[in-house]
């Protein structure tokens, strides 16, 4: 990468070279008129992060064909400065093929708690939804990048409660419905 000199209220500033990865301590310099120095008045450390996090392994935990109720998730987030969250969430898939690219409607927010080590896991409440919907998940680190991509999967939802319906059973012992009326 390359710098270029400043000239700031006619004062020439030296081309800055951009830092590399790391973490660094912003010191200040203050000279006066009278030519006397102070050192270290400010003192703030700052890490340059250009790396985004990683996450994987994104699963359910308890794989099933269909769900009802709740869904329970997990995925493994790391990053070398921190993960600030990993946020699981609920959209509808593409109406036009179905598939689970991020265009749907999204709901279902839960963010994920720190299991142990970089697993994190959330619970996903589905009630009031039936058909198929894309589980998704994602992470953020300290630096504010978020994971890329966005990891899906497809699910079906059933809160639908049975209907059931009780009707005689013929010719059974209890069945009246074949003797003579009279």
């Given at each position: 990468?390359?710098?270029?000199?400043?000239?700031?209220?006619?004062?020439?500033?030296?081309?800055?070279?951009?830092?590399?990865?790391?973490?660094?301590?912003?010191?200040?310099?203050?000279?006066?008129?009278?030519?006397?120095?102070?050192?270290?008045?400010?003192?703030?450390?700052?890490?340059?992060?250009?790396?985004?996090?990683?996450?994987?392994?994104?699963?359910?935990?308890?794989?099933?064909?269909?769900?009802?109720?709740?869904?329970?998730?997990?995925?493994?987030?790391?990053?070398?400065?921190?993960?600030?969250?990993?946020?699981?969430?609920?959209?509808?898939?593409?109406?036009?093929?179905?598939?689970?690219?991020?265009?749907?409607?999204?709901?279902?927010?839960?963010?994920g708690v720190l299991s142990s080590g970089s697993t994190y896991l959330a619970t996903f409440d589905t009630s009031g939804l039936?058909?198929?919907?894309?589980?998704?998940?994602?992470?953020?680190?300290?630096?504010?990048?978020?994971?890329?991509?966005?990891?899906?999967?497809?699910?079906?939802?059933?809160?639908?409660?049975?209907?059931?319906?009780?009707?005689?059973?013929?010719?059974?012992?209890?069945?009246?419905?074949?003797?003579?009326?009279?």
């Amino acid at each position: 990468k390359s710098a270029t000199a400043q000239s700031i209220s006619g004062v020439n500033y030296p081309a800055w070279v951009p830092l590399s990865e790391g973490t660094y301590t912003a010191k200040t310099s203050v000279i006066t008129k009278a030519n006397n120095r102070v050192d270290n008045l400010v003192s703030i450390p700052f890490t340059i992060d250009n790396t985004y996090p990683t996450l994987t392994n994104f699963k359910v935990i308890t794989p099933k064909s269909v769900y009802s109720k709740n869904i329970p998730v997990s995925a493994d987030a790391t990053d070398a400065n921190g993960i600030e969250y990993v946020k699981f969430f609920i959209t509808a898939p593409k109406i036009s093929d179905g598939t689970c690219d991020g265009n749907g409607v999204g709901g279902g927010i839960q963010y994920g708690v720190l299991s142990s080590g970089s697993t994190y896991l959330a619970t996903f409440d589905t009630s009031g939804l039936n058909g198929d919907y894309c589980l998704n998940a994602l992470s953020k680190d300290s630096a504010t990048h978020t994971s890329n991509p966005i990891l899906r999967m497809k699910v079906k939802i059933d809160n639908t409660a049975p209907v059931w319906a009780l009707s005689p059973v013929h010719n059974s012992p209890l069945d009246n419905s074949n003797q003579p009326v009279g």
